[in-house]
C-alpha cells in the first residue's frame, strides 16, 4: 500500500532542519522539487482536455523568448522534464510533487523547444538573471 503524498507544496510533513536546510520553498534537486514547480504541475492536473500542451508549450516558448530577468525559469525545467520523459528512452517524473493526472503525448516539436528553454535558463543562472541563479550558484 502506498503513502498518501503530503499537500503540494506543504512543509508540515517534513522535518524542520530539512526545511531550514532547503529554504525558499525548494527541497530537492528534482525538476518538481520547489514550490513554483509542484504548482505548475497543479495547474496542469486542473487543465481542462487539450489545455497541458498548451501550458507547457507556453512555459517554454516565454522561456525562450524572455529579455532579462527570467520568471518562469523554474516551470520551464519542469516542462522540459515531462517532455524529455516521453522521448525515446526517457525516464519517467516520479515525484508526488509531479502531476497526478496523465498528460497527453505531446508533439514532437516540443523536444527542440525544451532543449532550447533549458539553454535559455542556463544562460540566466549563469548571468544571475532568474529566480533559481538564486538556489543554484555558490555563495561568496
Known amino acids: 500500500m502506498q503513502a498518501a503524498a503530503p499537500d503540494r507544496g506543504s512543509w508540515k510533513d517534513y522535518p524542520a532542519g530539512r526545511q531550514e536546510k532547503a529554504g525558499m520553498g525548494t527541497w530537492g534537486i528534482g525538476p518538481f522539487d520547489n514550490d513554483t514547480a509542484a504548482d505548475f504541475a497543479g495547474d496542469l492536473d486542473n487543465a481542462l482536455p487539450g489545455e497541458p500542451e498548451a501550458l507547457v508549450r507556453g512555459v ?6 524572455a529579455t532579462g530577468y527570467l520568471d518562469e525559469a ?36 516540443l523536444r527542440e523547444l525544451a532543449a532550447r528553454a533549458l539553454d535559455r535558463v542556463l544562460a540566466a543562472i549563469r548571468g544571475s538573471r532568474c529566480r533559481s541563479a538564486l538556489l543554484t550558484r555558490p555563495s561568496g
Open 60 to 65: 517554454l516558448t516565454r522561456t525562450v523568448k
Open 74 to 109: 523554474q516551470e520551464a525545467v519542469a516542462a522540459a522534464a515531462l517532455i524529455a520523459a516521453q522521448c525515446p528512452s526517457g525516464r519517467p517524473v516520479e515525484t508526488v510533487y509531479g502531476p497526478e493526472q496523465p498528460l497527453p503525448v505531446f508533439p514532437d516539436d
